[in-house]
């Protein structure tokens, strides 16, 4: 007997009043991750006319808590030294506050004029930064074997800082010209390779790497968020590591920092270049969990150079202990991740190109300065933002997040944006103009 084939009747789908549902695959952790992610900053910023500007106030609050910190602990860390010196305990941590007035009314401005009016600084901005280079190593102060500093009427200032945020402006300018044609070498590498090149050559004739390693960085995340081929960072950080190998191997001071942070022994003529380093983990390691308390560093009585400056991280860790250097990072962090979702939110090359690298510039160069204070680096001069020592830096870094502000304030609700300063006119450059329509005469 011969069985006939049934026909296999096609799933019907469940009516409105059917408890069935169909069965859906399990997600992933990475999809489980992205989901909860996009939720929490739904959640957090608001979505359409709704949105409460979180993302702009994180941004400020993290800065104003990093520059306050800044201040607080370098009066602590500076203290010591200036009364040996025969000056005033409070000397630094007061140049400092003023540099910090002045940033954080920098950043206010910025923060309410239109990002795109920056463009029209662009090679303004880096020529001035180019001529204030080449005229430091001319008349300019050396300290430490570091000739970066330009004395203007008592106050010394730092044109490699300056620099940072020119190149930054500048190549968010070019590049966003550039546009389409990025998908070829040729105009990737000219005129913002040359002119990164020429900045980094400068401020290594003045014998600073740490800045110069900056700087590399910045012209990397340029060319990243602009959309530069893969192939093309591979090849750059080929010549970019073969030239770091090289200026290290010709400087018997880098390659004695070098050998002592890799060894742990000093060098052949007994020097110990990682008498800093080793200090600076003593500071960390004695400050356990809640630290020694705000003032009473040991390190600080002249064991680590340069504590207020490059090494003030050692100083948080022992006076404030584990829990004031978490702090640091979460802040850190705040700043990042809300910074990162400025860039993300940018549909303009110019704004996520100088979002961006901002963005790198900030959070690089504080991962490097910790990398140094707890070993995982040689001893590099890179200041930690916002809290070391140094007025040009902290002036600059305000501004950068100026920058960022001003970008986050778009995100805001018209009904609770602050309003801008500067507004561009129909037809002005770098805007596009509005279309007039004819009205027909009856």
Sequence with gaps: MVSTPTRQQPARKPGPGSSASPVQPPATLPARLRTFRRRFWSLL?????????????????????????????????????????????????????????????????????????????????????????VLVQAVGAEVNGNKNWID??????????????????????????????????????????????????????????GTAMIITMITAAALFFAGAPVYFFGIAGLVGAAGAAIMAITSPNRVCRITSWWTGQSCADGVDANYQATNGLYGLASGGWFGVGL?????????????????????IGEELGLVGTVVVLILF?????????????????????????????????????????????PVIGVPLPFISYGGSALLMSLCAVGVVLSLAREQMAPAIRPKKMLKFKAGSRGMPAKKKTARKRA
């Design 45 to 133: 910023e608001g979505n359409g006319t709704s949105r409460n500007g979180s993302t702009y106030y994180l941004i400020l609050g993290s800065t104003l808590a990093l520059t306050a910190i800044g201040i607080m602990m370098v009066l602590s860390a500076s203290s010591v030294e200036s009364i040996a010196a025969g000056k005033s305990p409070y000397g630094d941590a007061l140049k400092q506050g003023m540099f910090a007035g002045i940033g954080i009314f920098t950043m206010f401005v910025l923060s309410r004029i239109n990002v795109t009016w920056l463009k029209r600084l662009a090679w303004i901005a880096i020529g001035v930064a180019l001529v204030l280079l």
């Design 152 to 209: 203007i009427g008592g106050i010394t200032f730092q044109p490699s800082e300056a620099s940072k945020l020119a190149l930054a402006l500048w190549m968010a300018t070019v590049l966003a010209r550039k546009g389409k044609l990025l998908s070829r070498w040729q105009h990737v590498a000219v005129p913002a390779v040359p002119m990164a090149g020429a900045v980094i050559v400068l401020v290594m004739v003045g014998n600073d790497l």
């Design 295 to 315: 003032g009473q560093s040991r390190q600080k009585y002249s064991w680590i150079p340069e504590a207020h400056n490059d090494f003030i991280f050692a100083i």
């Design 333 to 377: 962090a705040i700043l990042g991740a809300a910074i990162y979702r400025v860039v993300v939110a940018q549909e303009d090359v110019f704004h996520r190109v100088l979002a961006g690298t901002i963005m790198v510039w900030l959070l690089g160069q504080a991962t490097v300065n910790m990398a140094v204070v707890t070993g995982l680096m």
